[in-house]
């Protein structure tokens, strides 16, 4: 496709329910990465990968947070157990190489009830 | 669709007048820097970006200045047209860093 595609596009969950939300980069785009932003807030690193491999995972808030690449290409952030603290706008973005430009997709809301 | 920064601070200009959106960086090691823009209910769009070994870069209708010596980056808009509302956010890295920094960002607000 064109542009970062993400699904779906809004979730509810219920506290405790795991969840499951998918990235699918731009074609050829080596870097990818998560963010997680709050209401009113500016997007936060979660975690950062180069092909398949997962290179940065400093900014996921808890073990209960886990991301993959399996192939390099399309990625899927996993929260286990989910929590109302969870609840957010979870963005993806990739970019051709590290350190250029990023494009995001249009996020996923989740929403933990 | 849900507000994007709703407790930001607010920058109200008129159509026709040209904008310019301030952001201060945190790290002196940052040496690369992007103002994206974000609609409700959409992902960050990229508007330009800078490196450190520049102090200006212009786009269409954009410009962004860089001041390493004070750590501050500003957006210019010309010609402010009603399209541009929306919540601006600056973003540093740094280039050993996978990860990008976002500012607090700035709601930009355009009057008819």
């Known amino acids: 496709g064109a542009g970062v595609s993400q699904s779906p596009r809004y979730k509810v969950a219920k506290r405790g329910q795991d969840v499951a939300l998918r990235c699918d980069p731009i074609s050829g785009h080596v870097s990818l990465f998560w963010y997680q932003q709050a209401l009113g807030q500016g997007p936060e690193f979660l975690t950062y990968?180069?092909?398949?491999?997962?290179?940065?995972k400093s900014g996921l808030p808890s073990d209960r947070f886990f991301a993959e690449r399996p192939e390099g290409s399309v990625s899927t952030l996993k929260i286990q157990r989910t929590q109302q603290e969870d609840s957010a706008v979870y963005l993806c973005?990739?970019?051709?190489?590290?350190?250029?430009?990023?494009?995001f997709g249009q996020g996923t809301r989740l929403t933990v009830v | 669709g849900e507000s994007v920064g709703l407790h930001l601070p607010t920058l109200s200009v008129q159509e026709g007048d040209n904008s310019i959106i301030n952001c201060a960086y945190s790290n002196s090691a940052s040496d690369y820097f992007i103002w994206y823009k974000q609609e409700s209910g959409k992902g960050p769009q990229f508007i330009i970006d800078i490196r450190s070994n520049m102090d200006k870069r212009q786009g269409q209708r954009v410009t962004v200045l860089l001041n390493k010596t004070v750590k501050h980056l500003s957006l210019q808009i010309a010609a402010t047209q009603p399209g541009d509302s929306a919540v601006y956010f600056c973003a540093e890295n740094t280039g050993t860093a996978s990860k990008l920094t976002f500012g607090t960002g700035t709601r930009l607000q355009v009057t008819l």
């Open positions: 990968f180069q092909n398949e491999a997962q290179l940065d």
């Open positions: 973005a990739s970019s051709f190489l590290q350190n250029t430009e990023a494009f």
